[in-house]
C-alpha cells in the first residue's frame, strides 16, 4: 500500500505563485509514477503532470506547461508542484497520485486527499 499527502493549497492572486507537496509512504517501487490532479466544480478531473519516482522523465498538460513545475524529492519522498503565473481557470482541488505501471495516463492506483487552490483576480 502506498500513501500520499498532499499539503500546500491555498489562496493566491492571479499572476502570483504556489508550490504544492505530495508526501509518499508505504512501499514503493521504481516502476512508479507520480502524478498531479485537478477537478474544478462541476468539471471532470484532468491531468496536470507527472514524474516518475526514478529518473527526470517528466510529462505536462498542454495547460500548464511552461507555467507549473513537477518535481521530486526522493530523499523525502515528497513530490512538489510548483505553479507559476496562476489564474482563475487554475482554481480546482489538486490531488496527487501514484501508478504502479509507470504510465502517465494511467492507471492511478492510490490517491490521496486533495489540497484546494483558489485564485483570485
Known amino acids: 500500500q502506498v500513501q500520499l499527502v498532499e499539503a500546500g493549497g491555498g489562496l493566491v492572486q492571479a499572476g502570483e505563485s504556489l508550490r504544492l507537496s505530495c508526501a509518499v509512504s508505504g512501499r514503493t517501487f521504481s516502476t512508479y509514477i507520480v502524478g498531479w490532479f485537478r477537478q474544478a466544480p462541476g468539471k471532470e478531473r484532468e491531468f496536470v503532470a507527472a514524474i516518475r519516482w526514478v529518473g527526470s522523465i517528466t510529462y505536462y498538460a498542454d495547460s500548464v506547461k511552461g507555467r507549473f513545475t513537477i518535481s521530486r524529492d526522493n530523499a523525502k519522498n515528497t513530490v512538489y508542484l510548483q505553479m507559476n503565473s496562476l489564474n482563475r481557470e487554475d482554481a480546482a482541488v489538486y490531488s496527487c497520485?501514484?501508478?504502479?505501471?509507470?504510465?502517465?495516463?494511467?492507471?492511478?492506483?492510490?490517491w490521496g486527499q486533495g489540497t484546494q487552490v483558489a485564485v483570485s483576480s
Open positions: 497520485a501514484a501508478g504502479e505501471d509507470g504510465r502517465w495516463n494511467g492507471p492511478y492506483d492510490y
